[in-house]
């Protein structure tokens, strides 16, 4: 089983993410990180292969866990799915210089059309 790490607060895609998972429940195991702390730990020690980081989430910090993913090459491991808002589109070409992006998604497309 696959482990996809969900860095967010936001609970529209929290809660989309799980209904996908549920879908696949054989294949990937979402875990749900909501802090700066949980995010790093979660990241270094459990390597997951898939991560959905909402860079637009304000409720975290995501240009510091940006920079600390960044500066760790350990935390490349996992493929990287930025979530964003619209306002937050060109932050996400500058993200993904030098990290493991695998896609970028509005948040709103995401929510509502991705499954």
Not at 34 to 39: A, G, P, R, V
Not at 48 to 75: F, G, M, Y
Request: one cysteine or more.
């Amino acid at each position: 089983m696959r482990k996809i790490a969900v860095i967010s607060t936001d609970q529209a895609l929290n809660d989309r993410i799980n209904q996908i998972a549920k879908k696949f429940v054989d294949f990937f195991e979402p875990e749900f990180l909501s802090t700066h702390e949980q995010s790093i730990e979660y990241l270094k020690y459990e390597l997951p292969e898939i991560c959905v980081l909402h860079v637009s989430d304000t409720q975290l910090n995501a240009p510091r866990l940006i920079q600390e993913i960044k500066k760790d090459q350990w935390l490349h491991y996992a493929g990287l799915i930025l979530v964003f808002a619209q306002k937050d589109r060109n932050l996400t070409t500058e993200i993904s210089k030098n990290m493991n992006v695998i896609s970028t998604m509005s948040r709103q497309e995401f929510v509502k059309g991705f499954f």
